[in-house]
Nanobody, 120 residues
């Protein structure tokens, strides 16, 4: 089994910064894509950013130029540096990872979520 644990959420003023971390542990042979999603109250979960094992990145348009995703393969950890935060960034942020365990086919795992609140 694999567990993803997020940290780094909190309350910040508009224009401020936060750095989210998500560490994977358990039976891990290799982690392929890793990413972040978010879900605001009353809205569907949406894609925020992703990073491949080779560090290719993708972002939703609304965070381009403000958020940066990175990863440390040795630590099985993905990060999301969030700058110039806006009230509309307020949401529960979830990390996601495509993990291969032994001879099993890769499958996606989710973290439990971390709350980010941006005050205006």
């Amino acid at each position: 089994q694999v567990q993803l644990v997020e940290s780094g959420g909190g309350l910040v003023q508009a224009g401020g910064s936060l750095r989210l971390s998500c560490a994977a542990s358990g039976r891990i042979s290799q982690i392929n894509d890793m990413g972040w999603f978010r879900q605001a109250p009353g809205k569907q979960r949406e894609f925020v950013a992703s990073i491949s094992r080779g560090d290719n990145t993708n972002y939703v348009d609304s965070v381009k130029g403000r958020f940066t995703i990175s990863r440390d393969n040795a630590k099985n950890t993905v990060y999301l540096q969030m700058n110039s935060l806006k009230p509309e960034d307020t949401a529960v942020y979830y990390c996601n990872a495509d993990v291969k365990s032994g001879f099993l086919s890769p499958r996606k795992y989710w973290g439990q979520g971390t709350q980010v609140t941006v005050a205006s």
